[in-house]
Nanobody, 119 residues
Framework: QVQLVESGGGLVQPGGSLRLSCVASGSIFSISAMGWYRQAPGKERELVAS???????NYADSVKGRFTISRDNAKNTVYLQMNSLKPEDTAVYYC?????????????WGQGTQVTVSS
């Protein structure tokens, strides 16, 4: 199993920036990809950004050019740098880790961190 601990959420004004962190522990070498998802009240959880073990990245169209996902392997940490934040970015952001298929192939989730963009 993998345990994920998120941090970095908070209240920020439009145009501001936040940096989310997710520290993974447990079967960290069984992780095939990690990502950030978000869910606003009444809406489905959606993928924001993901990064594979080969450092390939994927972003939702709504955040391209504003958000950057990165990884620090030495710290077992993934980051989501969020710039030029908009009110529509307001959501609970969840860290996700997908394990390799030969391990269990399952998704693991953090508890979530609230990001609120408001003036």
């Amino acid at each position: 199993q993998v345990q994920l601990v998120e941090s970095g959420g908070g209240l920020v004004q439009p145009g501001g920036s936040l940096r989310l962190s997710c520290v993974a522990s447990g079967s960290i070498f069984s992780i095939s990809a990690m990502g950030w998802y978000r869910q606003a009240p009444g809406k489905e959880r959606e993928l924001v950004a993901s990064i594979t073990s080969g450092d390939g990245t994927n972003y939702a169209d709504s955040v391209k050019g504003r958000f950057t996902i990165s990884r620090d392997n030495a710290k077992n940490t993934v980051y989501l740098q969020m710039n030029s934040l908009k009110p529509e970015d307001t959501a609970v952001y969840y860290c996700n880790a997908r394990l390799i298929r030969r391990y269990d192939g399952r998704d693991y989730w953090g508890q979530g961190t609230q990001v609120t963009v408001s003036s």
